[in-house]
C-alpha cells in the first residue's frame, strides 16, 4: 500500500524552493493478524540501511540527547518501558528534525494509552492541523514505536504496525536534531539505521 501524504486544505501550499508538490507514503506491507490490519514498511527498506546504532536500557528522567543519534533519513525503533513492575513515567517524548527553533515531537502517555504526534514548531506557515492522536493498548508503559524519517515526511508504526501515523514536516533539511524526555523515569532501548541513497 502507497498513500497520499497531503490533503486537500493543503493542496494550496507550494513553497517555491521545493522541486516537487506533495508526495506518497513509503510502501508498507499489510497482514492481517489476529483480525486486526497490521502494517509494516516493505522489507526492502533494509537495502538501504547504513550504520548502525543501538544503545540499551538507557534511563531518561528528563532531557537527553544520545552521541550520533540524529538525522532527516533514518529507521529507528524505540523501546519505552516502566523501570519496575509499577508504571514509573507519566509521559515520554521524542523531539525530532530539531533546529533549537523549529522541531516536531511524538509523545506518549502511558497512563491515558495516547500517542500524539505534533508538527506546531515544526515552521509551518500556515493554521493547518498540526496534532494528531490515536489510542493505544495497555501494557503497563511499554511500547515500540518504529519511525522512518525521509526528510520532509515522518511515519510512525507503534507496536510492530496495529497502528500508523504520518505526517508532512517542511523543517529544514538541516534540522537533524533528537532527542528524548521523560516525566518520571523511565529504561529505552534504541536502534538506528541511516537510510542511504542507491
Not at 493543503?10 to 508526495?23: L, N
Not at 497512563?111 to 493505544?136: F, L, T, W, Y
Request: charged share 30%; glycine share 6%; net charge positive.
Amino acid at each position: 500500500m502507497i498513500g497520499w501524504m497531503q490533503n486537500w486544505d493543503t493542496c494550496g501550499i507550494r513553497r517555491d524552493d521545493f522541486p516537487w508538490f506533495g508526495q506518497m507514503s513509503f510502501p508498507r506491507e499489510i497482514t492481517l493478524h489476529n483480525n486486526k490490519l497490521i502494517q509494516k514498511p516493505v522489507r526492502e527498506i533494509e537495502n538501504y540501511y547504513g550504520k548502525r546504532i543501538s544503545r540499551q536500557n538507557v534511563l531518561i528522567s528528563d532531557s537527553a540527547s544520545l552521541s550520533s543519534i540524529e538525522g532527516r533519513c533514518i529507521d529507528m525503533t524505540i523501546n519505552v518501558r516502566s523501570t519496575g513492575d509499577e508504571l514509573s513515567y507519566k509521559k515520554f517524548e521524542l523531539r525530532f528534525a530539531d533546529n533549537g527553533k523549529a522541531y516536531s515531537t511524538i509523545e506518549y502517555d502511558p497512563e491515558h494509552n495516547i500517542v500524539k504526534i505534533d508538527r506546531k514548531h515544526s515552521g509551518s506557515r500556515r493554521a493547518i492541523v498540526h496534532q494528531r492522536r490515536c489510542r493505544v493498548s495497555n501494557n503497563n508503559g511499554n511500547i515500540k514505536l518504529r519511525l522512518i524519517l525521509d526528510r520532509y515526511s515522518m511515519e510512525l508504526f507503534i507496536n510492530d504496525g496495529e497502528q500508523v501515523m504520518s505526517m508532512v514536516i517542511l523543517t529544514d533539511i538541516k534540522a537533524e536534531g533528537i532527542s528524548f524526555k521523560g516525566i518520571g523515569e523511565l529504561l529505552m532501548d534504541v536502534e538506528m539505521y541511516d537510510l542511504l541513497k542507491k
